[in-house]
């Protein structure tokens, strides 16, 4: 007979085991019931003919269909199984609804994007597309956006639905612009940028402004006269901004590469193609792969979360590429309000009210909450809810700052442009699609079997030089300030069949001689524009090879120049006696360093370091709370290069220690902190400094901060080639011991129009966001070693491939 206890201990033994099975099961259905379905059938309402599906090695569709409707609405459908929580998450963004999924800790975030104008916007679009609903592109957003919605009513549902207990909702042709609308916003570096030179205008004077490169890396911040009331108006959103963009759940763009050769100057006598865009990294990465073909078309095309267009892709007969333009989009005005109605504003010689608009924000698990927000003739006002984001206090701003930005002008439309770039037949259709596009401003690079290479500066761009692009608030009372319209797209920058057989772009300006001429924006350092020009330059025989070593060239040849000028200062007496050893073989590592970030190298870790204390110690005194949101910017960066040939500068001058005063002291400074905290956190060996030790990337998943163990949805941290500035563009923040970095190449393609079917790419991650599909992250390795793999454009090959999905239309709706 069984003993008490014994009976006892069995019994706690078996409760144990049906738990353990329990959580099992529960775990494998959560985990493992939304993988995609990449072979059989499958019946999808509204098609009119059978679609052929399929999969290569890497999770790619490659779509047989008889019509575009057809094929877009099986695109729909096929990337909701692949990448709809990422869907979901970037429409949220844009129209302010993040708080449905996550509550109040996202409030503000949605409050922000509300303040913005987008939603408003969505709907103005959604209405815009409804009256012209017979146009093809409309009538493919539309399929598309059917495929999506057919595959949230009958699809499985992603594991991070389940973790949240909760489900999708349709889409709407108002996610289309709330996609966009999160696109522009993330291009526009006017946000931070404006206001950080209009605070250094108000508070540290004309010299100190003057010295900052805002702009193309050779320009100044143009004088204008501010009152004294702007210098804070703007702080808020410089620190709400800081907040918003650490907790965004979706990458933002950054800047990219794209180059381009003709076929003279190309081993296969045929133009060659690289381009790789510089984004947020994130789970899943950023672009959805897909090939499609009907009788009306065929592409291979990356795709957006959302939209039905690919903004990068090639056919049989051209390539295309973008890079970030870099314009100036955005202005803010200063309003001068009524003093005695605060909803009026100055114009002229009169005062005009405020337009007020009232949204509904859902927050889960709380009442929703509503907002009111106002506009002036310039758009919306930016600062009604920054001073207190997070609560639903109305009172207005002493002086309220209106946002004029391209993106919301009535009528704007960049679709069609997408849809039309596959659809051309000849380098003027494609110029002809580029001139439709609308915002964010981009440049466009082409190549076509015709031996033609092009690149345009598309989207609406602002008439200058009188009236904005200031880099500092404007007068919104002041007509004089006024928006001057667009120019026609025939006066956009561009370069067709340039003589020297090449063309790239790496966010610099259009080559020109003449500040006339010169297109006002935000530009990236010049620094890779000129790498890539010497490596341009001189050739006549490019093959993948050699701009595959393009692309993967972590050189910085303006660190070597910077080091070599600063050697003679690097004294290890200035440090202590127990340094002393330690600095002098540093000195000597930096001497001898080729200026490449690779992870075992200690010279690019002793570089960083030192370069990273040199901004600290050059702009912290005068910028004080303000540095945090300077130091990341591309005016920071440039700056820097600028100041750093240039002693005379009020900026070397040291507020805190007047006795530090001047650019040797600085220098000099910068390279004792870095020493002491080198050595303090890696020891006192400078071999042991390695580039490994403290850059390294890993991509995090929106929910990892958000719920408990999500963080095991991460990647695994993986060491880098490459730093901010190289052509292999690694972008971190600075200010912490570690660079953990944050965008970089979003994919990397080469085409060769000798023959499509040899393109080559390669994806950060995978094709899929499904944490448990073998495509989730297939490519992360070939990624972190510089390889490529095919983009199948075959379909001799393609029809081999094993998996396939037959896609046969359901009832008729």
């Known amino acids: 007979m069984i003993q008490r206890r014994t009976l006892f201990r069995l019994k706690i033994l078996a409760a144990l085991l049906i738990i353990a099975v329990a959580l099992a099961a529960l775990g494998h259905w959560l985990l493992h019931s939304a993988e995609a379905q990449r072979s059989g059938t499958l019946r999808l309402n509204g098609l009119q003919q059978e679609v052929a599906v399929y999969f290569d090695a890497w999770g790619v569709p490659h779509i047989d269909a008889q019509n575009d409707a057809d ?33 109040q800790e996202s409030y503000a975030t949605d409050k922000f994007f509300r303040t913005l104008g987008i939603s408003r916007y969505a709907r103005q679009y959604a209405t815009y597309l409804e009256e012209n609903a ?57 946000f931070r940028t404006d206001a950080l030179v209009d605070h250094v205008r108000g508070t540290l004077g004309e010299r100190h402004a003057q010295d900052l490169v805002p702009g193309a890396p050779d320009a100044s911040p143009r004088s204008i006269n501010a009152p004294p009331t702007s210098v804070s108006l703007l702080q808020p959103l410089l620190e709400q901004l800081t907040e918003i963009q650490a907790q965004l759940p979706a990458g933002q763009f950054h800047g990219s590469n794209a180059w381009v050769v003709k076929g003279a100057l190309s081993a296969s006598g045929r133009p060659l193609l690289a381009n790789d865009p510089h984004i947020g990294f994130s789970v899943p990465a950023v672009w959805y792969e897909a090939h499609i073909r009907t009788p009306e078309h065929e592409v291979y095309g990356h795709f957006l979360a959302g939209l039905p267009f690919p903004l990068l892709g090639h056919t049989a007969h051209h390539a295309w590429g973008l890079t970030m333009l870099m314009n100036d989009e955005i202005d803010f005005y200063r309003e001068r309000p009524n003093p005695d109605n605060p ?19 859902k927050v889960r698990n709380q009442e929703d909450r509503l ?26 701003p002493t002086q309220p700052v209106s946002l004029f930005w391209t993106f919301l002008t009535p009528g704007s439309d960049s679709t069609e442009a997408f849809y039309r770039y596959a659809r051309a037949t000849s380098m003027a259709e494609f110029e002809a699609a580029a001139a439709l596009h609308w915002s964010p401003g981009l440049n466009v690079i082409y190549a076509d079997v015709d031996d ?34 667009y120019q026609p797209f025939a006066s956009n920058p561009r370069l067709i069949n340039p003589r020297e057989g090449y063309i790239y772009s790496t966010n610099n300006p259009y080559p020109g001689d003449s500040p006339r001429r010169t297109l006002p924006g935000y530009y990236a350092p010049g620094e890779r524009a000129e790498q890539l020009a010497t490596l341009l330059a001189g050739r006549d025989n490019f093959d993948f090879s050699i701009f595959k070593a393009m692309q993967l060239d972590s050189h910085r040849p303006r660190a070597v120049s910077m080091v070599q000028d600063a050697l003679p200062l690097f004294d290890s007496a200035l440090l202590p006696e127990t340094l002393r050893s330690s600095a002098e073989r540093a000195r000597q590592i930096l001497a001898e360093w080729d200026g490449r970030f690779t992870p075992d190298s200690t010279g690019a870790a002793l570089f960083q370091r030192w370069e990273d204390n040199l901004m600290q110690t050059l702009f912290a005194d005068e910028l004080g709370d303000h540095y945090t949101h300077f130091r990341d910017t591309f005016m920071a960066r440039k700056t820097l290069d600028s100041l750093f040939w240039k002693p005379a500068s009020p900026w070397w001058d040291n507020r805190q220690q007047p006795i530090m005063d001047g650019r040797q002291s600085a220098i000099e400074q910068a390279w004792i902190h870095s020493i002491e905290a080198l050595s303090d956190e890696l020891g006192a060996d400078p071999e042991n400094w390695t580039w490994q030790k403290l850059a390294s990337l890993q991509h995090k998943h929106p929910l990892a901060d958000r719920i408990p163990f999500a963080w095991r949805l991460n990647s695994a941290k993986v060491a880098i080639t490459g730093t901010n500035g190289s052509l292999n563009n690694m972008v971190f923040n600075r200010g912490g011991p570690r660079y953990e970095v944050i965008a970089g190449p979003s994919t990397r393609r080469l085409v060769d129009l000798a023959d499509p079917a040899m393109t ?54």
């Open 760 to 813: 080559l790419g390669i994806n950060p991650l995978g094709q899929s966001g499904n944490p448990f599909d073998p495509h989730y992250d297939d490519q992360a390795q070939l990624f972190a070693q510089g390889n490529y793999r095919a983009q199948l454009f075959d379909w001799l090959g393609i029809r081999a491939l094993p998996d396939q999905l037959t896609l046969r239309p359901g009832r008729r709706r």
């Open 371 to 396: 907002i009111r927000l106002r506009s002036s003739r310039h758009g919306p006002i930016i600062n009604d809810h920054l001073v207190t984001a997070a609560t639903d206090a109305d009172t207005p």
């Open 343 to 361: 909803n009026q504003v100055r114009v002229g010689d009169r005062w005009q009210n405020l337009t007020i608009h009232e949204e509904v924000i």
């Open 452 to 485: 033609n290479i092009a690149m345009w500066a598309t989207g609406r761009l602002k008439r200058w030089p009188n009236s904005n692009n200031s880099f500092t608030l404007l007068d919104g009372s002041n007509r004089r300030d006024d928006f001057l319209g």
């Open 134 to 190: 017979q146009q093809p592109h409309v009538q493919l957003i539309k399929a598309y956006q059917d495929g999506i919605n057919q595959y949230i009513d009958q699809g499985r549902t992603p594991v991070e639905y389940r973790l949240l207990l909760t489900r999708p909702d349709y889409f709407a042709l108002e996610d289309i612009a709330h996609v966009m609308g999160y696109m522009a916003y993330s291009f526009a570096e006017a």
């Open 71 to 103: 094929a877009y609405r099986a695109l729909g459908y096929l990337h909701a199984q692949d990448r709809l929580f990422q869907m979901d998450i970037v429409r949220r963004i844009g129209g302010g609804r993040l708080s449905e999924l996550f509550g």
